[in-house]
């Protein structure tokens, strides 16, 4: 899983240009596998949706995410405050 991390960190982002020329021929819907004749993937697209779930499920399987959640339930707290939950999305 890290090694999924370290490759997220270290993305390439390129522009679309929003000419006729540079459109896609498919919708940039869910999950898009690009391969070469012989079936060998190339590239994986994922969707704006798709990727905000899959850094919420990378952020949810932190163990230090996990601990605190643990902690917080032990608690017995019935509400998080905003400032709470937005210092552990920046740790």
Not at 14 to 20: D, E, H, K, V, Y
């Amino acid at each position: 899983m890290h090694s999924l991390l370290k490759a997220l960190t270290e993305e390439k982002v390129i522009m679309l240009n929003r000419s006729a020329k540079a459109k896609l021929p498919f919708a940039l819907e869910g999950i898009i596998r690009l391969v070469d004749k012989e079936g060998n993937t190339l590239a994986l697209l994922l969707d704006r949706e798709t990727l905000e779930d899959l850094e919420e499920d990378i952020e949810a399987s932190n163990p230090d995410f996990l601990a605190s959640l643990d902690k917080s339930r032990r608690s017995g707290k019935e509400s998080v405050g905003s400032r709470e939950i937005a210092s552990l999305r920046s740790q």
